[in-house]
């Protein structure tokens, strides 16, 4: 049990979590409901990003839905009645979606969203919190809460606009309609756009990449990138300095400088 693979487990079988070499999967596994994130898989998105975290062998995670129509087309309705009615369960279901957005932004590692389809309301907010946006060309991006009288609230907003900018988030939750892969390309909501019939080379060709690099150094990144999202007053500085420490003290730094002049690729061991 002291293997940290065994402890990739989630609560349902609608969101799966494994691991392909360095690459860690997490998989929206609701295709008939275009992918729809029920509460439980909102409880599970924290265990299976921690499982991966804690597994020296994953360096990259790589977050997709499952089938052909959706990444993540939002919350799953069909429980609102019962999870999103009265203070009680409207605060239960808050602060189980804030706890997977919170544990997907302060992943250690790498992540990256692998977009095909319909990626709306929650399904945006998770591939926001991911690094990095992968979009097939047949991706449709949009959050609907205006229409669906649904409060929005800081957090969620700050993060696209952290990204999108005020007015391109104002023109996204104002108008609660869709917007086709090449607006989002412009806004700068996704970072590549990728013909549908390589989407998963395109997506683990630059998982690889990733994988391949220092892994102190790209931690220290992530760290950084963490910190940066946070209030001025609460940013840990220290401890991105002792990160950045860290990458000059560690046998991967030697490692890096023999590889460049020896003319090979280096062989990172994270330490």
């Known amino acids: 049990m002291n293997d940290p693979r065994a402890a990739v487990q989630t609560l349902t079988d609608k969101l799966i979590a494994?691991?392909?070499?360095?690459?860690?999967?997490?998989?929206?596994?609701?295709?008939?409901?275009?992918?729809?994130?029920?509460?439980?898989?909102?409880?599970?998105?924290?265990?299976?990003?921690?499982?991966?975290?804690?597994?020296?062998?994953?360096?990259?995670?790589?977050?997709k839905g499952a089938g052909e129509k959706a990444f993540s087309a939002g919350a799953d309705i069909s429980q609102f009645k019962e999870k999103r009615t009265g203070t009680e369960a409207v605060k239960e279901y808050n602060a189980a979606s804030d706890r997977a957005g919170r544990a997907l932004r302060e992943c250690p590692k790498p992540t990256i969203a692998m977009i095909r389809g319909y990626c709306i309301g929650g399904g945006t907010a998770i591939a926001v919190g991911c690094d990095i946006r992968i979009a097939a060309d047949d991706a449709r991006f949009g959050v609907p809460a205006a229409k669906l009288g649904l409060g929005y609230r800081f957090e969620g907003i700050k993060r696209l606009a952290s990204?999108?900018?005020?007015?391109?988030?104002?023109?996204?939750?104002?108008?609660?309609?869709?917007?086709?892969?090449?607006?989002?390309?412009?806004?700068?909501?996704?970072?590549?756009?990728?013909?549908?019939?390589?989407?998963?080379?395109?997506?683990?060709?630059?998982?690889?990449?990733?994988?391949?690099?220092?892994?102190?150094?790209?931690?220290?990144?992530?760290?950084?990138?963490?910190?940066?999202?946070?209030?001025?007053?609460?940013?840990?500085?220290?401890?991105?300095?002792?990160?950045v420490d860290a990458c000059y003290e560690s046998e991967d730094y030697q490692e890096g400088q023999a590889a460049f002049m020896e003319k090979r690729k280096p062989q990172f061991k994270g330490r």
């Open 18 to 63: 494994k691991k392909e070499g360095a690459i860690g999967w997490i998989i929206f596994n609701n295709p008939a409901r275009h992918n729809a994130t029920s509460f439980e898989m909102w409880q599970s998105l924290p265990l299976a990003l921690d499982a991966h975290a804690k597994d020296p062998e994953v360096r990259v995670v790589v977050l």
């Open 163 to 243: 990204i999108v900018g005020p007015s391109f988030a104002a023109e996204i939750f104002f108008t609660g309609r869709q917007f086709s892969v090449q607006e989002a390309l412009q806004m700068g909501l996704v970072n590549r756009v990728v013909p549908v019939a390589v989407l998963e080379s395109y997506t683990l060709e630059c998982a690889h990449t990733i994988a391949a690099n220092a892994p102190l150094t790209i931690a220290a990144v992530k760290r950084s990138l963490i910190e940066y999202l946070k209030d001025p007053s609460q940013r840990d500085l220290e401890l991105c300095q002792r990160m």
